[in-house]
């Protein structure tokens, strides 16, 4: 008589694969003292190359998820970064709250970022203020991207100085992480958040701080470290919060308010 798997290991066994499938990559599971920083919304004409000089200066790799808009304009920066020993991923054509637009757009999002990263993009997709559900996932699934949250930010959006930043930082960082931080801001809460040097000293503390004891990593150099590990935890759009946003360059998107769509929900 052959034996059948119970619904229970079948009910868990789907639970898996659906994590597997529809989640983000939030961290690697390593024992190797390895970081990811990631930094969204540039490329920047003053602040990626500040950064690059201090990445280069500390022996560290990054990844950069850029906005198409931005790297259209500046497409000796992508190659810079590539140049450098980064990696470049997508974080969409113009910034949209993904759950919000139709899944044609969504599609065209993702071609169009990932034509003017071309050809130093990689399949990563970070979802703009990381808002993701069940449909935009499956779109980024079928434009074989894989999705990246993170770990942990260092509310660099904000004012905060480099010290609060930096303290942050070096009480979360552990082997495998994905730090988010931004080398340029697509919405601008206020003027003065938009100067991103308190940030980039701050990136400079903490590596000279860490450079010893941790090798800061390109994501696809994370991934060889261990087991990526995805998780089902997306937050909600809040349309009236994205309505009153005010993109540093182009027209404000205003979204129709009403019926919020239905969010992947569920913890790891
Ligand atoms: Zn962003």
Request: charged share 20%; aromatic share 8%.
């Amino acid at each position: 008589m052959i034996s059948r798997p119970s619904l229970g290991i079948r009910g868990r066994a789907a639970a898996y694969v659906m994590r597997a499938a529809l989640g983000a990559v939030t961290r690697v599971v390593t024992t190797e003292r390895v970081v990811a920083l990631t930094f969204d919304d540039g490329p920047h004409a003053e602040f990626t190359p500040r950064l690059l000089s201090i990445l280069h200066r500390h022996g560290a790799r990054a990844t950069f998820f850029m906005v198409g808009t931005a790297a259209a304009r500046h497409p000796e920066l992508v190659r810079l970064v590539a140049a450098q020993g980064h990696a470049v991923g997508n974080h969409s054509w113009d910034h949209p709250s993904f759950p919000l637009i139709a899944s044609g757009e969504r599609r065209a999002q993702l071609r169009a970022c990932a034509a003017a990263l071309a050809p130093y993009g990689r399949r990563l997709f970070r979802p703009p203020y990381g808002h993701l559900d069940l449909a935009s996932r499956l779109d980024t699934f079928r434009a074989r991207h894989e999705v990246i949250g993170w770990s942990f930010g260092g509310e660099d959006w904000l004012d905060h100085d480099p010290d609060w930043m930096v303290d942050r930082l070096v009480e979360r960082i552990q082997p495998g992480t994905i730090v988010v931080l931004h080398d340029a801001l697509y919405h601008v809460l206020d003027e003065k958040y938009a100067d991103r040097s308190p940030l980039l000293a701050a990136v400079d503390t903490v590596l000279g701080r860490f450079g010893k004891t941790f090798r800061f990593v390109s994501l696809p150099e994370l991934f060889q470290a261990g087991r990526v590990h995805r998780r089902r935890s997306f937050s909600q759009p809040d349309v009236d919060f994205l309505n009153a946003l005010q993109p540093s360059v182009g027209a404000p998107r205003r979204y129709p308010s009403g019926v919020l769509p239905m969010r992947v929900s569920g913890t790891e």
